[in-house]
């Protein structure tokens, strides 16, 4: 679901909330929680269980992958260059990321069956190999 239609589901406080929140995980943490409750107009408390709501955390999530998504370049181009560099790990995501890299599996089935001797058989069976061996 998009970031606008489950913004309809919060109110104004709870988006901005989300917002900050967000904005503050990517700018590394500067803001505490009471801080930002602060700036909402709410409580710590409230703020705690907003975080808890199903709504406001599919909304941050969404706001979280819409802020990630303007450092994509950046992203690539730290890939690209680990591929020209000849790192392999680095060569897989490329090709898993294009669609191109496939993966194949192979499952063989071993069956085996076991012939059930008695002690008689297998006596004869020793015999059979000391007379072999003795030539």
């Known amino acids: 679901m998009k970031a606008s239609d489950l913004k309809k589901r919060l109110t104004d406080q709870q988006a901005k909330a989300a917002y ?3 904005l503050n995980d990517f700018e590394g943490g500067n803001q505490t929680q009471e801080e930002i409750a602060q700036e909402v107009g709410v409580s710590r408390r409230t ?14 999530g969404a706001l979280s992958d819409q802020h990630l998504q303007a450092f994509r370049s950046r992203a690539d181009k ?3 260059d680990q591929v020209d ?24 089935e071993v069956r085996q069956t076991s012939t059930y001797m008695s ?7 020793l015999e059979k190999l000391s007379k072999s061996i003795e030539g």
């Open 20 to 22: 900050l929140l967000v």
């Open 78 to 80: 730290v890939l690209m």
């Open 47 to 60: 703020l705690l269980e907003w975080r808890r709501k199903s709504d406001f955390i599919a909304y941050q």
């Open 119 to 125: 002690d008689d058989d297998i006596q004869a069976e």
């Open 85 to 108: 560099k000849g790192f392999i790990k680095a060569l897989d995501l490329y090709y898993t990321l294009l669609g191109r890299k496939i993966t194949k599996t192979e499952t063989t």
